[in-house]
C-alpha cells in the first residue's frame, strides 16, 4: 500500500511523502515520560527503540514544487544503519516519481532544520546538491550551529550534507518568519534547536502546518511530552502550549515529521487537559 496521500488547499497541493522507516531510543523520545505511559501507543523492540518514519511534504503552489524535509543521510554505513534500524521500504525519490517528478523538477526545498534525518538527502552520494535547481531553505541560526555544532548537538549534524549546499551558495538563508510565496511561510520553532522552523500554508480559507521536531509524531501531542532530544525543552512546552491552541481554533492541517502511520492529522481537545492529534481522513467524492 502506497504512503502517499494527498490534500487539496485551495489552489495548492500537499502530498505526504516518505523516506523510510527507522528506530531511536523510547526513552530518548519522550524524555521523563514512564515508560509505563508511553509504551501504550508506541511499543518499543527489544532494544528499546520505537518505530518512526520520515515524512517529507510536497507542496504543489503557483507551479512551483516545494519540498519539505529531504529525507535520512544515506551514507553512514552499514554500522550508522543498523543502530537506527534504517529500513527503506519506500524512499522519497520514488514518492516524487510516483506523482511524475524527479529531482531536478523540485523549485525550492524547506529544510526545517539540518539534521541528519531531516536534511539528509540534500546532497547525493557523490556529494552534489540532490535538487539542483533548487534553493534550500534555512534558518541564519540553524546554519550558524550546524557549522559551529557543541558537544550535545554534534552528532546531529553531518557536514558531508551540509558543506556543499553551504559552498555552493544554495542555501535561501532567512530570519524569523517569513513568507517564501503568497501562503507560503516559515515559522520558527526553537526548543527542540535554536534554529528549527516549521512551515505554515494558508490558502482557500484552509491552514496546513509541518510541525517540524515541535510535535515529532501525533502520540506526542500531551503537552509535556517532549523529547529527550530537545535541547531547550521548556522553550519547546512553551512554544506547544502556545501553538497546539493556535493550530485548533483554526482547525489546522497537521503534518509531522516522524509519525510511522498518521500523514495528517487534526487536533481536537483531550478530555485530560491539552489537545491529542488524531487522524484526518481524506475527503470522499
Known amino acids: 500500500m502506497s504512503w502517499i496521500q494527498k490534500r487539496s488547499l485551495g489552489d495548492a497541493e500537499v502530498i505526504s511523502l516518505t523516506d523510510g522507516q527507522f528506530r531511536l531510543d523510547g526513552g530518548a523520545m519522550f524524555g521523563t515520560v514512564p515508560k509505563v505511559l508511553w509504551e501504550k501507543v508506541a511499543p518499543a523492540d527489544e532494544l528499546n527503540r520505537i518505530t518512526l518514519r520520515i515524512n517529507p511534504l510536497l507542496i504543489r503552489l503557483g507551479g512551483e514544487n516545494i519540498l519539505v524535509e529531504t529525507g535520512f543521510w544515506d551514507r553512514g554505513g552499514e554500522k550508522f544503519e543498523a543502530m537506527f534500524g534504517l529500513d527503506r521500504d519506500e524512499t522519497v525519490f520514488r514518492g516524487l516519481a510516483e506523482v511524475g517528478l524527479a529531482p531536478e523538477d523540485i523549485h525550492l526545498v524547506i529544510n526545517t532544520h539540518l539534521h541528519f534525518d531531516h536534511a539528509g538527502r540534500n546532497v547525493t552520494a557523490l556529494g552534489e546538491p540532490t535538487f539542483p535547481n533548487a534553493r534550500y531553505v534555512v534558518q541564519a541560526q540553524e546554519l550558524h550551529d550546524a557549522l559551529h555544532p557543541h558537544e550535545r548537538s554534534r552528532a546531529s549534524y553531518i557536514r558531508d550534507y551540509i558543506d556543499p549546499i553551504h559552498d555552493a551558495g544554495l542555501f535561501q538563508v532567512v530570519e524569523g518568519e517569513q513568507e517564501l510565496r503568497p501562503g ?9 534547536n535554536l534554529g528549527q522552523q516549521g512551515v505554515v500554508l494558508r490558502r482557500g480559507g484552509q491552514t496546513l502546518v509541518y510541525t517540524a521536531d515541535l510535535l515529532p509524531t501525533t502520540v506526542h501531542s500531551p503537552t509535556a511530552w517532549v523529547i529527550g532530544y530537545d535541547l531547550y525543552p521548556v522553550t519547546n ?40 492529534a488524531v487522524p484526518d481522513q481524506p475527503a470522499v467524492g
Open 184 to 192: 507560503l511561510s516559515v515559522l520558527p520553532l526553537p526548543g527542540h
Open 237 to 276: 512546552l512553551e512554544h506547544r502550549r502556545r501553538y497546539f491552541a493556535q493550530w485548533h481554533e483554526q482547525n489546522a492541517l497537521i503534518c509531522t515529521p516522524h509519525d510511522p502511520r498518521t500523514p495528517f492529522a487534526r487536533f481536537e481537545p483531550n478530555p485530560k487537559g491539552g489537545f491529542r
